[in-house]
């Protein structure tokens, strides 16, 4: 990493650390070169994607409500790497691909469906659905429900 990506780094792993609760005895400098001595080799925007990820505790392996271990980060910035790289091979396997068809793009397998047409307002998504009979002014739940015994 450059020196100013090394700040970014510094930044994101403060803003991670300030996340999760320490113990009053840690030495927040000592962690901090600890942390950038076991990511320096990664690029700052896996080591940011990674840091997002525990904030929001999206990693599996790690407890959710502590910090990660230095280890527990290098191997989620190295499963970024993995994704971004694997997301960029895909990104040019399919730029580098022949037209289909007489120059149409590619499409993936599975088919769209649109019950509407594009630029349609939530207003006319709702006049639809009314329509269709899937919401109605008693508040059923779906289309083709009973109201309530009892009421007409």
């Not at 792993?13 to 001595?37: H, I, K, N, W």
């Not at 407890?63 to 990660?68: K, L, R, S, T, V």
């Not at 899937?134 to 289309?143: C, I, L, P």
Request: charged residues 25%.
């Amino acid at each position: 990493m450059t020196t100013a990506e090394l700040q970014q780094a510094t930044k994101a792993l403060a803003a991670m650390f300030s996340c999760f609760p320490q113990s009053a005895l840690t030495d927040v400098e000592m962690q901090l070169r600890g942390y950038l001595g076991a990511v320096s080799d990664a690029e700052l925007a896996d080591l940011q994607a990674a840091i997002q990820r525990f904030v929001r505790g999206e990693v599996r392996s790690g407890n959710a409500q502590f910090c990660p271990s230095s280890a527990q980060l290098c191997i989620e910035v190295r499963e970024r790497r993995v994704m971004r790289e694997l997301l960029a091979r895909r990104g040019a396997s399919i730029a580098s691909s022949p037209p289909l068809h007489g120059g149409e793009e590619p499409r993936s397998c599975k088919a769209i469906t649109r019950t509407q047409p594009r630029g349609a307002t939530h207003a006319q998504e709702n006049q639809s659905r009314q329509a269709a009979g899937t919401e109605t002014a008693e508040g059923r739940g779906r289309a083709g429900a009973h109201p309530p015994r009892g009421r007409p």
